[in-house]
């Protein structure tokens, strides 16, 4: 005798209701075991393993540590399930401080090396986790400091800058830190080579006015500064260009010759910012002409050099460059 199997398709429309409604009943008793059984498994204690991230502080002042140092203790932990499921649901886990020095006692120095057993640190952790979780393990199970003297020096601050100015306008000096030095602390090693700390890059402009921004230093891991960022002051100020006439002065001219240029004044084309236009003069600048070996050489014209200018002013030019002259035996 064949077996008969029920076609769905062709079953009446009250069949396929009472279908349903078993279908419907087995997922709903299926889904409540399934819930029972994680709530009852959840209750069970299991053995997991938690990174925790982990700072250190109270370093021993005369000392520095030179290796790097675990940025993250991996804590083997045994708890009820509920408790291990909301500790992994953490996005953000709050650092554990380490107190070296309150350590020291119960750790082990050689040669410059601590070594202090990571358990040491286990009422931290527990304040961390509660009391609930017990921890069964820690990875590293020690933390080694490599300590070397500590040396201090004082050193200047450099900027790192780079600016564009919008048209006529320029910086009047270089730029200002303030503090212009910065005490540093590290290894002798590398303080007795250091010879500044720089700015992190400043990238700005056009501009058309005074830059200020606090501006942090670039760090080194094995040093430490007593601050960490210095205000920066870029001076900016409108440009503008000036015109001074000045006599040219003959130098090195052999004895028993004279000599006269033509013309005998030059004019100097600089650049100077508006607050220093009417500071400029004259009696600031010096031009002259070199006559050394002049009757031997005979050159047409000889060159200008301008030997002085005052410092407010920038991009200074002569005009003419040369100039003709007459070389007289007296």
Known sequence: MKDVKPNLLNTPPKS????????????????????????????????????????????????????????????IIKANGFKIFT???????????????????????????????????????????????????????????NLRDRETKLVPVVIDLKATFERQYDTTSAPISQPMFVEVSGPPSLVRNI?????????????????????????NRLLTYNISNVEVVVPVEKFTE???????????????YSLKTFPEKVSIKYI??????????????????????????HPEKISVQLITRPDIVRAATLEPERVDYILRKQ
């Open 87 to 145: 500790y992994s649901l953490k996005k953000n886990i709050d650092p554990i401080t380490i107190d070296v020095a309150s350590k020291m006692k119960s750790a082990s120095v050689s040669s410059g090396v601590l070594s202090i057993a990571t358990k040491t640190f286990v009422t931290d952790f527990n304040d961390q986790l509660g009391k609930d979780i017990v921890i069964t393990g820690f990875e590293p199970d020690s933390i080694v400091f």
């Open 195 to 219: 010879k500044n700390v720089k700015t992190e890059l400043i990238d700005v402009g056009p501009l058309k006015a005074n830059y200020k921004a606090k501006v942090n230093l670039v760090t």
């Open 272 to 297: 100077t910012s508006l607050s220093n236009y009417n500071k400029v003069s004259s009696a600031m600048f010096d031009a002259i002409v070199d006559a050394a070996g002049l009757e031997k050489a």
């Open 16 to 75: 396929k209701l009472q279908f349903n409604k078993r279908f419907t009943v087995v997922i709903v008793c299926f889904s409540i075991s399934a819930l029972f059984w994680f709530l009852i498994a959840m209750t069970h204690d299991y053995n997991s393993r938690i990174s925790i991230p982990v700072t250190y502080e109270n370093i021993p002042g005369k000392k520095v540590v030179i290796n790097d140092l675990p940025k993250n203790i991996s804590v």
């Open 242 to 256: 000036g015109t001074v006439e000045i006599t040219v002065n003959p130098i090195n001219v052999t004895k028993g």
